[in-house]
C-alpha cells in the first residue's frame, strides 16, 4: 500500500487526541469514522439518491434495451439521455470511496507501525493484531472480517438491483460474490482496528442506504415522468 507520511501522522494525532479524550483506542476509531462518515455526507447523500434514481430508471432501460436491441449506438445513446435527463449517474458511487480511500491506508499504516500502543485493545480484540474470536487449533476464527463480508455482500447486492439490465450489469452480478471473497481475503489478517473501522463506515454506510432508497426521493418520480 501506498503511505502517506504526513497524512499517517494526522491520523495518528487525531486518534490519539480522541483517546485523550474517551481512553479507548477501538471507540477512538468509531469516532474517526462517524466523522469521515459527516464529512462524505453530502457525496454519499448524492450517491444513493443516484442509485434510487437508477432502481426507479429499471423499466424505461428494459424498454430502451428491448427496442435498440439491433442498435448499440442507438441504445448508448438513449441510455445516455436518460440518465441525463433523470439526473442518475452510475458512476456516482466511485467518489465517496476515493476520499475514504487515504485515511483507510493511513489506519493501515498506524496499526501496522508503532504509533499506536502494541497493548491497545477493544472488546475481546487486540487492534494492532486480527481479532481472533477463538482457534480450533492452528486455526483463528476472525469475527470482524466476516462480518464485513456479509455487509459488502448486502452492498453489493443492492448496487448489482440498482444497475439490473443495463450494460455492464452482468460483471456487476460476477462482482456480487466476488467482491466479498476479496474483502475476506484482504482483512483477514489485517489489523483489526482497521477492520473495525471499515466495518463500522460500511454499516453506517447501509443505514443511511436503508433510509434513501426505502423513502421516495424528492425529484425521482418527475424526474422518470420527464424521461418518457
Avoid at 491520523?11 to 490519539?16: F, G, P, Q
Avoid at 448499440?72 to 439521455?81: L, M, N
Avoid at 456516482?92 to 499504516?109: D, E, H, K, R, S
Avoid at 508503532?114 to 477493544?122: E, G, S, T, V
Amino acid at each position: 500500500m501506498f503511505k502517506i507520511q504526513a497524512l499517517v501522522d494526522f491520523v495518528v494525532h487525531v486518534l490519539n487526541a480522541i483517546y485523550g479524550v474517551v481512553g479507548n483506542y477501538g471507540i477512538a476509531i468509531i469516532i474517526v469514522t462517524f466523522l469521515m462518515r459527516i464529512i462524505v455526507f453530502p457525496l454519499t447523500l448524492k450517491q444513493e439518491k443516484s442509485m434510487k434514481k437508477m432502481r426507479d430508471l429499471q423499466p424505461e432501460l428494459e424498454k430502451i434495451k428491448e427496442k435498440y436491441k439491433d442498435n448499440p449506438q442507438e441504445y448508448q445513446r438513449k441510455t445516455a439521455e436518460l440518465y441525463r435527463e433523470s439526473g442518475a449517474n452510475p458512476l456516482a458511487g466511485c467518489l465517496p470511496l476515493l476520499i475514504q480511500m487515504p485515511v483507510f491506508v493511513a489506519l493501515y499504516w498506524a496499526f501496522s507501525g508503532n504509533a499506536i500502543p502494541a497493548d491497545a485493545k477493544f472488546l475481546w480484540f487486540t487492534l494492532k493484531q486480527p481479532d481472533r474470536l477463538f482457534t480450533i487449533g492452528k486455526f483463528a476464527f476472525n469475527l470482524l472480517p466476516i462480518l464485513n463480508v456479509v455487509i459488502t455482500y448486502i452492498q453489493q447486492k443492492i448496487m448489482t438491483d440498482a444497475t439490473k439490465g443495463q450494460e455492464g450489469s452482468q460483471q456487476m452480478q460476477t462482482m456480487l460474490y466476488m467482491m466479498p471473497l476479496m474483502m475476506l481475503f484482504i482483512f483477514y489478517k489485517m489489523p483489526s482496528g482497521v477492520t473495525l473501522y471499515y466495518l463500522v463506515s460500511g454499516a453506517l454506510s447501509l443505514v443511511q442506504q436503508y433510509f434513501i432508497l426505502k423513502g421516495r426521493s424528492d425529484d425521482g418520480k418527475d424526474s422518470i415522468k420527464g424521461a418518457k
